[in-house]
């Protein structure tokens, strides 16, 4: 997202796949089951055999025939009658790397009925009122259940998986005997939504539902039931990029997106504490972060004050004296054309969060950022600037507010505020969010959304409370790219947003995980890769719905490399040369760019080498594989993108990504 994230490679070492023989019929496939690695099924004709271990969740359609990374087809379907010299099934590459499925009874959150059943259970005799554990419950890290005359409590989120006492790496900690456990029917079939969670509301067929002012203790927003597929905006693209509005409809991105985040609003010192707002003036720290007004400027022109170059709706004449025009405007009548595509105000970014940690330090400083957040950009109350803006010039634009710290209590640009408590304050500051947003909402009869953008390294998890903020958020945008880049421009070369880390990089650590020889040396511990990413948020007991995955539009990459090895993992000379930036280039200059396109068998990561400059970047094919990877784990597949500019002018990459809502 505009940024440098200095980020080091860690890894899971990949698992073999076993070579398989069969001579018997396989069975059919069929939607709910779940299949192990190594499983052969018939599917239209022809025989498939699982690489990774998955659930075919009902609905998904994630059919043998459409799903190359769940299944390969290994040949007719097998005869009823096994022949005589039972036919070999060649295994995939060794080094494929395989994908832990979802518990198998992972919940799909759907609307709840209006009155929503209730499971209740007797407590456990000498255990209190602790309740009975409950298959058919899924229970958040810190839950306390009994089984069997035993206590136990979640390390992380779970369903389904049978509390047991030498399962020491499991999803259940043994705290204590408390005697045998007494349990009674469910008074209702349980629904499918987590412990902790608010069922979601019924929607009438013509008013949008009423929310709740607060949410009560351990109560939390329920997930998406559906993939999200969402893009940056970014609002300085309309000037050198020429990146304009109208162009995200006309090149056919609009149809793929289920939300947009407009980056960035900025925050300011302000009335003794600090709040939103919107100015004209410079940001001299995109490119110098030392300069005396770093972090402090804005776009006032942009957002609400030009004419677009292209507009979404030509016959709409903008006069001299209109309160809005800008982007705003374009987004408004972006809106009429889509109204269900849901659009967010994102604050902070890589330049704009420095007064992020200074802003959450009190109750009293959080309630006045949120308020003059949420009056400025859902109430529509801009400031007057150069004679556009005023109260009420902008209302019913944005649907939610999008954070983007970077990050609670580690430096990123080099000037924000940091501090050891940004780690409790991160969840305050959005349970203020979560709670202000609600109360507008509650009044005016509308569900406002709040999301995040988290950088995904151990150490920036690690200083935030992933349970506890997860549980006021709709759904978490995982910044999953910007692993590695040319801000090491001697190298060595590698992957700026593989899905799993690869022990033959020179840097490789360790995964990090428990067992591990340098697990608790946080000094070895890199963990920059998508799969140990999500693996940390699900530990840390977020459910696994709220992730969503992110897809750069852009590459990264170096010059004078070393031609060896298909330049992956040699040294270079300099960071690549970019349109704007050394080191970074959009998809739409890297697909013609020359080089052979090559896709690493470990990482799933593709990369470009012409014998000289290498870089590391998305294609459609990659994308379709983070979509199976997520959905495989229990994400729901979603997916977002930094930026929409990046992409071609046939949205192709919005239009792989559109994949992930089949």
Known sequence: MSHFNRFAVAAIPAALMAVASFSHAAEAWKEGNTYTAGTVVTYAGQDYKALVTHTAYVGANWTPSTTPTLWTAVGTATPTTAPTTAPVVTAAPTTAPV???????????????????????????????????????????????????????????????????????????????????????????????????????????????????????????????????????????????????????????????????????????????????????????????????????????????????????????????????????????YKKKFPDTKLFISLGGWTWSKWFSAASKTDALRKQLVSSCIDIYIKGNLPVVDGRGGPGSAPNIFDGIDIDWEFPGVQGVGYNTVAPEDKQNFTLLLAEFRKQLDELGAANNKRYLLTVAIGVGRDKIEMTEPREYARYLDWINMMTYDYNGGWNAQGPTDFQSHLYADPASPQYKCSGKAGDKCYGDRSLTSFYNTSDAVDLLIQAGVNPKKLVVGVPKYGRGWTGVTNANNGLYQKATD????????????????????????????????????????????????????????????????????????????????????????
């Open 575 to 662: 960071a690549a040369r970019g349109t704007y930036e050394k080191g970074i280039e959009d998809f739409k200059v890297l697909k013609n760019a020359p080089g052979t396109v090559y896709v690493h068998p470990v990482t799933k990561q593709s990369y470009k080498f012409d014998g000289s400059t290498f870089w590391s970047y998305d294609t459609p094919e990659v994308i379709q594989t983070k979509i199976d990877y997520a959905k495989a784990k229990g994400l729901n597949g979603g997916v977002f993108s930094w930026s929409l500019d990046g992409d071609d002018s046939a949205a192709t990459l919005s239009k792989a990504m559109g994949k992930a809502r089949q």
């Open 99 to 333: 994908v832990t499925a979802a518990p198998t009874t992972a919940p799909v959150v759907t609307a709840a009925p209006t009155t929503a059943p209730v499971v209740t259970s007797a407590p456990a005799q000498g255990c209190g009122t602790v309740q009975a554990w409950n298959s058919a419950t899924a229970y958040n890290g810190g839950a306390t259940v009994a089984y069997n005359g035993k206590k136990f409590t979640a390390n992380w989120w779970t369903q389904g998986n049978t509390p047991s006492t030498t399962d020491q790496w499991g999803p259940w900690k043994y705290v204590g005997d408390c005697g045998p456990v007494v349990t009674t029917a469910p008074t209702a079939e349980p629904t499918a939504t987590p412990v902790g969670m608010t069922p979601a509301p019924t929607v009438a067929p013509t008013a949008a539902p009423t929310p709740v002012a607060t949410l009560a203790p351990g109560q939390e927003v329920p997930a998406p039931a559906t993939a999200q597929v969402g893009s940056y905006f970014t609002q300085w693209g309309v000037y050198g990029r020429d990146y304009q509005v109208a162009d995200i409809i006309s090149s056919g991105a609009a149809a793929n997106l289920t939300f947009i985040n407009y980056a960035f609003g900025n925050i300011y010192q302000k009335n003794g504490g600090y709040e939103c707002g919107i100015v004209n003036k410079l940001e001299p720290g995109a490119t110098d972060a030392n300069a005396p007004g770093a972090g402090t400027g804005g776009d006032a022109w942009a957002d609400f004050g030009l004419t677009a170059k292209r507009r979404v709706d030509p016959a709409d004449q903008i006069k001299w004296d209109d309160k809005l025009a800008g982007n705003f405007r374009e987004f408004q009548a």
